[in-house]
């Protein structure tokens, strides 16, 4: 039987769809915006997957050494564990800090725990990184704003995949990357990313994603304006669209060159070749679709590891997408960035939309003036297990 350490941090994830990019220090503010929880579901959703994993392997036991409430055992409840596999090795105040996450890792491992799963961001990773100090390996189910650190599944039914998978022995520890960005400095629109060490994870390439990769473009400048030609075109050719441009430096530059206001790390409303909102939340997007129903999201991927959406642009909820239509979202990539990006990943949350965007196999990615390039939509799931 192995022993897994088994935590959530309650407030991962608050600040996507209400625009606040993060968490840290703005849960407040966060749920007073009108978020919802996003880490217990998630949580959930990877426990009922390993769940469902487990009934057809007699042979896989775990005893989950968990937090008491929403910490934890809540989620393990919810999700049909068997109450003689819980053991609640901490009982935290109800309104929960970094520290309990801490004193849960120092209690999992004095009480065995041969791997610790946790429920969260960047910022839970290197909370639960640092009280690990290498002892045991980590593996993260994503449910923060932003997961940069490479001891994240892509999605939580694939970290159900990598868990079966430990336990059966097919897959072996290594070391991954835990990188964490100033949140307070993301909001301004300056991305300032730190990285804090590296820690003991599982690897599995195709279900682990990999650490936030930059791209160095040698002719950056000449390949920025021919995009920048290109959805200038079309923004005139479609003057009654709305673009909703999504966060990052590839975007950013594109708009910037088209003489476009663009926040850096926010989504911007662009409409007959002007900027008419600026750094908008779900609920915003929601009011500016009921007046321009034709919509279009041009987004990019995140370097090395492909996520186009789920990562960093949590406003774009299932509802805002299945307004515009999974035909209607628009990729765009430097060559060079796509040349290092494998495959093209989608997490928004909702399983059944994010299975409408992978029966497509494959999305056209614009990589220059008129030019797009086919590439393949990575699966959450792998043939990891038999």
Not at 30 to 55: D, M, N
Not at 277 to 304: C, F, M, W, Y
Not at 330 to 350: E, F, Q, S, Y
Request: net charge neutral; glycine share 12%; aromatic share 4%.
């Amino acid at each position: 039987m192995k022993r897994v350490g088994f935590v959530v941090n309650p407030i991962a994830g608050l600040g996507g769809r209400v625009g606040l990019k993060g968490t840290d220090g703005v849960a407040d503010e966060a749920l007073a915006a009108g978020a919802e929880p996003v880490a217990g579901p998630r949580a959930i959703a990877f426990l009922t997957s390993f769940e469902r994993l487990r009934t057809k392997d007699p042979t896989i036991d775990i005893e989950w050494l968990t937090c008491r409430g929403t910490m934890g055992s809540e989620s393990l409840e919810a999700a049909g564990v068997p109450r003689d596999r819980i053991r609640i090795v901490c009982s935290p105040p109800r309104e929960t800090s970094s520290r309990d996450t801490e004193g849960w890792v120092r209690r999992a491992i004095a009480e065995g725990a041969d791997l610790l799963v946790f429920c969260g961001g960047d910022g839970t990773a290197r909370d639960v990184a640092t009280a690990a100090r290498d002892r045991v390996p980590i593996l993260g189910i994503p449910a923060g704003v932003k997961m940069h650190s490479g001891v994240f599944a892509v999605s939580p039914a694939a970290a159900a995949e990598i868990l079966v998978a430990y336990v059966r022995g097919q897959v072996h520890v290594g070391s991954a990357e835990t990188l964490d960005l100033d949140e307070e400095a993301y909001r301004r629109g300056e991305w300032k990313i730190r990285l804090f060490g590296t820690v003991k994870t599982l690897v599995e390439p195709h279900l682990v994603q990999a650490g936030k990769m930059m791209v160095a473009e040698v002719s950056e400048d000449s390949v920025r304006a021919e995009l920048a030609d290109h959805f200038r075109e079309i923004f005139e050719r479609e003057p009654d669209t709305l673009f909703l441009l999504g966060p990052g430096s590839t975007v950013d530059g594109i708009a910037r060159a088209c003489g476009l206001e663009k926040t850096l790390l926010g989504i911007d409303a662009v409409l007959g070749g002007r900027t008419i909102s600026t750094d908008v939340n779900e609920k915003q997007l929601l009011a500016l679709l009921e007046h321009h129903p034709r919509a279009k999201v041009v987004v990019s991927p995140i370097g090395g590891q492909g996520f186009i959406l789920g990562r960093g642009n949590l406003q774009l909820s299932p509802e805002v997408l299945r307004r515009i239509g999974t035909r209607n979202v628009l990729v765009v990539a430097t060559p060079g960035k796509l040349a290092a990006t494998p495959v093209l990943r989608i997490d928004t949350g909702d399983e059944a939309l994010d299975e409408e965007f992978r029966k497509k196999e494959y999305l056209f990615v614009v990589v220059g003036y008129r030019t797009t390039k086919l590439h393949p939509l990575g699966s959450v799931t792998s043939g990891v297990l038999p």
